[in-house]
């Protein structure tokens, strides 16, 4: 049998980081195919991919070899043993690893035989996926090819981060909790009228019941026009079998889906909108369909932005020891790295549309144009061979790969070529590497910092030397607390002991002293070759913005939007905190039912019961201390918590002020309403083991209060 991968330890982090690369599901990116051929030029296979470990597949975001497979389940996926360590995973033969021997990637197309792959590990230190290689025969790496397909692993990374990056930087995506409203349709409306976002309410039908100023500006008509309209006349029709489908299953379902479609706008222009389905019943407990939408055009058009990720992949091919280059079916170079070009040392724009006999002014050797003819034919090639370059002979290893069109055709070759004479080379690579990743340090707006094991930094981006106002020259060779100071030194300091101590690290801190900005922190360990700790990457991003937001967010959902008060849900949040850090004193609970309130509705409208409402819970707060909790439950119940009660005696005073602030007039214009209460009060002595108990005792003695004739109280203190 198949045996499955077990979970990585961190699979719930890593899937969330995976998720924010913004990437599962997107279109084929020359960025991407191009490293996966590379990485099939250079091992000397046929087969390599970029491949993304999901929850329960694996799913290729390039592939060269493999056409028309996009993805595989996770449960017979190689790449899923891959993620599990740090090092390229080889297995030379499939069919004598207990592991795959068994697997239908192995028993069946596409015959796996060889199999490795490099982790494509994050700055956080989650592996996401893969690039691999695959054969259908048994084969094992070269030192040389496992350490090249880690490099290009490490550059597959790289990519994917700075493509994620420059997406965030195109469009700040709000969250989709911000679209999270009232059920009410009175609050709904205050809500979301002066929204930019676009809102509605629809039936299972698709009828327009309720649309925002937002959506109808973009529909091109005034609100009350399109109530009544049927919402799937106005989606692009290629998308309205997609878009009925999520719907029908959000209806059916309750749960809460997101999703994107085409809007066509009165001009006959198409603009995509990011939705967001949520399930509501109406006062008659029909389910209706609410719906927040944003237009993400501008977003979209963001990602064809992402060509300019063919200068990256310039710049990458540039700073390999390979020389890279297309040939067409007419013997001409379409396509040559700087390696290539500095062959016939000509500036590339004059190797592009020559032969190699015409650069070279003499005829090709006859061993390589075969092997030309051969690979033009369709036929793979791997090969040596000598060649005199500036009066010196030199060794070469090439790859000619058919670049093999859809029809079966071929278009032209791959071909890369590798000096192999002296390894020189490879650290001229390895500084041409450095010189890419510092680049890409310094694009990016995190501050990043190198820590030796002596606790010195031995590099620092941009983006630290501001944050720090000192120049980087001022920085490299000295300690942590040297740069840091004692303000920010010291609270970091047990983290920074587990860093160095070889333990990856991530926390959030505040900084008071610099207008109360926050980071979010990551320490990733940096190991010798047997293991030991050298140093750490120390990563920080501002998140002061997105803290602040997500403060406020929280503040909206647990505050009742017409009294101020507390929601159920702050009341709730309020009630554990007092548990979770207990004073050492009691509780007192009282649950409040206003008398004669309906009437007032009845006859006066909702209005007029909106301003009793918040008249009472004025008058409520009014009577009790900032460290007592007042909140609306719900509809006209309230409740009030006295915090530190030694005794409950005090709880009848405190209720009755609460029926003489109920029974006192209530104005609304010229009027002067009359109502009450009635209520239900209970004490819980420290230590309390639950506050669920106590507001089930004051809500049955406010029933037997209102059972009693209301207007009046029950419980502690009669």
């Not at 709000?174 to 009410?184: I, K």
């Not at 230590?687 to 502690?716: C, F, I, S, T």
């Amino acid at each position: 049998m198949n045996a499955p991968a077990p979970m990585p330890v961190n699979e719930q982090a890593r899937l969330s980081r995976l998720r924010e690369l913004m990437v599962l599901d997107s279109a084929p990116e020359p960025l991407f195919d191009s490293l996966a051929r590379m990485a099939s030029e250079i091992c000397g296979v046929p087969i390599a991919l970029v491949s993304l470990v999901d929850d329960e597949r694996q799913w290729f975001k390039a592939q060269a070899g493999l056409a028309g497979v996009r993805e595989t389940p996770r449960d017979i996926a190689f790449c899923a043993h891959a993620i599990l360590q740090d090092q390229v995973m080889e297995v030379p033969d499939a069919t004598c690893d207990a592991r795959f021997a068994a697997n239908p990637l192995v028993t069946q197309a596409p015959d796996i035989r060889f199999y490795a792959g490099a982790p494509l590990s994050l700055p956080s230190g989650e592996r996401v996926g893969t690039l691999c290689v695959l054969d259908h025969a048994p084969r094992q790496l070269t030192a040389e090819q496992t350490r090249q397909l880690g490099q290009l692993a490490e550059l597959v990374t790289q990519a994917l981060v700075m493509r994620r990056d420059l997406i965030e930087r195109a469009l700040s995506v709000r969250s989709a909790h911000e679209l999270a409203l009232s059920d009410s349709e009175a609050q709904h409306r205050a809500l979301v009228e002066g929204q930019s976002e676009l809102v509605s309410l629809s039936s299972e039908q698709g009828e327009l019941l309720y649309v925002n100023p937002a959506y109808a500006r973009h529909l091109g008509h005034a609100p009350q026009d399109l109530v009544g309209a049927n919402l799937y006349d106005y989606i692009a029709a290629a998308d309205r079998d997609s878009v009925r489908a999520r719907l029908t299953q959000v209806l059916r379902t309750g749960n809460t889906q997101t999703g994107e479609n085409r809007m066509v706008e009165p001009d006959g222009q198409e603009r995509w909108i990011a939705w967001a389905n949520t399930r509501r019943h109406d006062a008659q407990g029909r389910a209706v369909l609410h719906s927040v939408g944003r237009d993400v055009t501008a977003r979209k058009q963001a990602e064809l932005a992402l060509a300019a990720s063919e200068r990256f992949l310039r710049l990458i091919t540039d700073s390999l020891p390979v020389r890279i280059s297309y040939m067409d079916r007419t013997y001409r170079y379409r396509f040559a790295n700087r390696a290539q070009a500095d062959r016939f040392h000509l500036p590339r724009d004059q190797v592009l549309g020559h032969s190699r006999s015409e650069l070279l002014q003499r005829e090709t050797d006859p061993d390589v144009r075969a092997r030309t003819d051969a690979a033009l034919a369709g036929q793979a090639q791997r090969f040596e061979f000598e060649e005199e370059i500036d009066g010196q002979l030199r060794r070469l290893d090439s790859q000619m790969i058919p670049d093999v069109a859809d029809d079966g055709t071929v278009r032209g070759i791959f071909i890369t070529a590798i000096d192999i004479t002296e390894r020189a080379e490879t650290d001229r690579a390895l500084l041409r590497q450095t010189a890419t990743l510092q680049s890409v340090a310094e694009a990016i707006p995190a501050m990043v910092a190198v820590v030796g094991a002596d606790g010195r930094y031995r590099f620092v981006n941009g983006a630290f030397e501001r944050w720090h106002g000192r120049a980087r020259a001022e920085v490299l060779g000295r300690t942590l607390d040297e740069v840091l100071g004692h303000d920010e030194y010291n609270p970091a300091r047990p983290w920074l002991a587990r860093a160095m101590a070889g333990e990856a690290v991530d926390y959030k801190i505040g900084f008071p002293t610099r207008g109360d900005v926050h980071l979010a922190v990551s320490y990733i360990p940096l190991r010798l070759d047997n293991g030991t700790p050298d140093g750490f990457v120390a990563v920080g991003q501002d998140i002061t913005e997105h803290r602040n937001e997500e403060l406020r967010l929280l503040d909206l959902s647990q505050r009742d939007a017409l009294t101020g008060l507390l929601n159920r849900a702050g009341f709730e949040a309020w009630l554990d905190r007092q548990l979770q850090h207990p004073t050492g004193e009691g509780l007192a609970m009282l649950c409040i039912d206003l008398d004669r309130f309906k009437p007032v509705n009845d006859q006066h409208g909702h209005p007029a019961g909106d301003a009793v409402l918040r008249q009472f819970g004025e008058r409520l707060r009014a009577l009790v201390r900032p460290t007592d909790a007042v909140a609306r439950l719900g509809g006209d119940e309230f409740a009030v918590v006295l915090a530190g009660v030694r005794d409950a005696a005090p709880i009848a005073a405190v209720a009755d002020k609460i029926l003489q602030a109920a029974h006192a007039p209530f104005a609304f214009g010229a009027l002067q309403l009359q109502i009450g209460a009635s209520v239900g009060t209970a004490y819980g002595a420290h230590p309390l083991p639950g506050w669920q108990e106590l507001l089930a005792r004051a809500d049955a003695l406010l029933y037997q209060a209102k059972g009693e004739g209301r207007g009046r109280h029950a419980g502690h203190g009669r």
